[in-house]
């Protein structure tokens, strides 16, 4: 697997796991990156699968690309056995959003059920994604 396309993949999940990207410090860029290869080579994504989540198309994803997100928010911490982990979220994200954004974000999404624990894990990732930061002009 290239390089190019493990940092790009691991920089999409850990604005879906962490709010933005663009603050990660090197160690959390390096943890990223060690969480995407492992769940990759764990789920066997294909050249199609890998292309979507670069694309960050994540409109009507496989089981695989589901897997993924499930995969990789169980190594951050976020999800256990496909149930958010609420203590977690609140360091994680809150260090990005603010305490307060990320309760209401919490009071938002941990409702959302899913058919299995990777469909849920990325319905969770699109009820989170209204909440992160808007890039700046």
């Not at 977690?88 to 624990?117: H, M, P, Q, W, Y």
Request: charged share 30%; hydrophobic share 35%; net charge negative.
């Amino acid at each position: 697997m290239n390089s190019y396309f493990v940092i790009a993949l691991s920089a999409v999940f850990v604005a879906l796991a962490l709010g933005s990207p663009l603050d990660l410090n090197d160690e959390q860029k390096a943890l990223a990156k060690q969480h995407g290869e492992q769940c990759s080579q764990e789920l066997n994504l294909t050249e199609e699968e890998k292309a979507k989540v670069k694309a960050k198309d994540f409109k009507n994803p496989t089981e695989n690309i589901k897997c993924f997100a499930n995969c990789f928010f169980e190594k951050v911490g976020t999800l256990k056995d496909g149930k958010i982990q609420e203590d977690v979220v609140l360091e994680k994200l809150g260090s990005f959003i603010g305490e307060e954004k990320t309760k209401a974000a919490l009071d938002k999404c941990r409702t959302i059920e899913g058919d299995n624990k990777c469909d849920r894990a990325v319905k969770l990732h699109a009820c989170f994604e209204e909440f992160k930061p808007q890039a700046k002009a």
